[in-house]
C-alpha cells in the first residue's frame, strides 16, 4: 500500500483536491468492490472525502492515506450494511464492449466475480484488502478495526471458500 | 527434507509474507523439496493472481462529476446544531398550539398541586338548605316577603 500522503502545509481545500486527485480511483475502486455497484460506490467515496475534509488536522503525518481513506470506506461501508441489514443493491450487468483481450480477462475473472460475492462482507473486505490492495495482515487489521489474528483466521476461511465456490463455478462454466 | 508439511494456511501466510525470516526460509526449503506442497503453493497462487485479473477488469475510472459533487458538498454548509435545527423546524403554526398545549398543562398543574378546584364546587347543603327556604314561604302568595335565597353558610 502506497504510503504517501498529501503534502503538509496544505490547506484545507489543497488537500482534499489532492487526496482526490492521487487517491480518488483508488477509494472509489476499492468501495465498488466492497458495494458491487457504481451508485453505492460513488456516494462511499464522496462520503470518505467529505469526512477527510472535515477531519483533514486529524490526519497524521507520516502515515499511509490509503489505510485512513479504505478505513474511513470500510467503516462507513459496514455503517450502510447494518443499515440495510446486510444487502446491497446488485448490479446490472454491462454489456460487454471492449477490446477482446479485456472481454477473456473478464470471462476468466467471472466465476471469481461470483465466488466473491458469496463471501460474508468481513471476508470479501479482508480478501480484497490481502490479495488486491496488496496490505499487509497489520495494515488489514488497522483498516477494519480488529487483531492481526483475526485477519489471519478470516483470511484462512475465506481463501478456502474460495477455492470451493472457484472450482464449482470453473467446472460448471466449462 | 523436513517430512512435516505445512498445512494450507502456512502456505497462504507465506504467499503474503506474514511468516518470520526463520518460517519463511524454512518453507522456502520445503517447497523446493515437496512437488505435492508445491502443487499446493501453485494452486493458491493462481487464485491471486485470478482475483487481481479479476481486479484489473473491473477497474473504473473515477465518475465523471463526482470530484465536482464531493466539493460541493465539502464545501458547502457546515452541520448546523441541534438547537438551530430544531428552531428552523419549529414554524409559526405549530408553535402556536404547542405554546397553548404547554400554558394548559402548566395551569392545570399548577391548580392540582396547590388544591385549587378544577371546577366551580357548590357545597351540596346549599341545595338543601334553599330547598327548605323555598318550600316554608308561600311563593304564589302576593302577601308574603320573597324569600332571599343566598349562597353563604350564613342565610338563615
Known amino acids: 500500500m502506497s504510503k504517501e500522503a498529501p503534502a503538509l502545509g496544505m490547506d484545507q481545500q489543497a488537500f482534499l483536491e489532492h487526496a482526490i486527485e492521487q487517491y480518488g480511483k483508488a477509494t472509489y475502486n476499492y468501495a465498488y468492490r466492497l458495494t458491487g455497484n457504481a451508485a453505492d460506490a460513488s456516494d462511499l467515496t464522496q462520503e470518505a472525502y467529505i469526512r477527510v475534509y472535515r477531519a483533514w488536522e486529524s490526519f497524521k503525518p507520516g502515515t499511509s492515506f490509503l489505510s485512513w481513506i479504505y478505513r474511513i470506506v470500510t467503516n462507513l461501508h459496514r455503517d450502510e450494511l447494518r443499515r440495510r441489514k446486510g444487502r446491497y443493491q446488485e448490479e446490472i450487468p454491462e454489456i460487454p464492449v471492449q477490446p477482446i483481450e479485456d472481454y477473456v480477462e473478464a470471462q476468466l475473472s467471472e466465476p471469481v466475480s461470483k465466488a466473491l460475492a458469496e463471501l460474508t462482507p468481513e471476508q470479501r473486505q479482508i480478501v480484497l484488502l490481502a490479495d488486491i490492495e496488496e496490505c499487509s495482515y497489520l495494515e488489514i487489521a488497522r483498516v477494519v478495526g480488529c487483531s492481526v489474528g483475526t485477519v489471519r483466521s478470516r483470511l484462512h476461511r475465506a481463501r478456502g471458500q474460495l477455492r470451493k465456490l472457484v472450482s464449482r463455478y470453473m467446472k460448471s462454466s466449462s | ?156
Open chain 2, 1 to 156: 527434507m523436513n517430512e512435516t508439511h505445512p498445512n494450507i494456511d502456512r502456505i497462504v501466510d507465506y504467499l503474503h509474507g506474514e511468516l518470520t525470516a526463520a518460517e519463511d526460509a524454512a518453507m522456502h526449503a520445503h517447497l523446493a523439496g515437496c512437488s505435492s506442497c508445491e502443487e499446493l503453493r501453485a494452486e493458491e497462487v493462481a487464485i491471486t493472481e485470478t482475483l487481481r485479473a479479476h481486479a484489473r477488469a473491473g477497474e473504473r475510472e473515477l465518475p465523471v462529476g463526482l470530484t465536482a459533487r464531493i466539493r460541493a458538498a465539502a464545501e458547502g454548509p457546515p452541520q448546523a446544531s441541534l438547537w438551530e435545527r430544531l428552531r428552523a423546524g419549529l414554524s409559526p403554526a405549530l408553535i402556536l398550539p404547542a405554546a397553548a398545549a404547554i400554558a394548559i398543562v402548566l395551569y392545570f398543574g399548577f391548580a392540582t398541586r396547590h388544591g385549587a378546584p378544577l371546577a366551580t364546587a357548590i357545597d351540596p347543603s346549599f341545595y338543601v338548605r334553599n330547598h327548605a327556604a323555598m318550600a316554608a314561604s308561600t311563593p304564589f302568595s302576593q302577601d308574603g316577603a320573597p324569600v332571599e335565597l343566598t349562597s353563604s353558610d350564613e342565610t338563615p
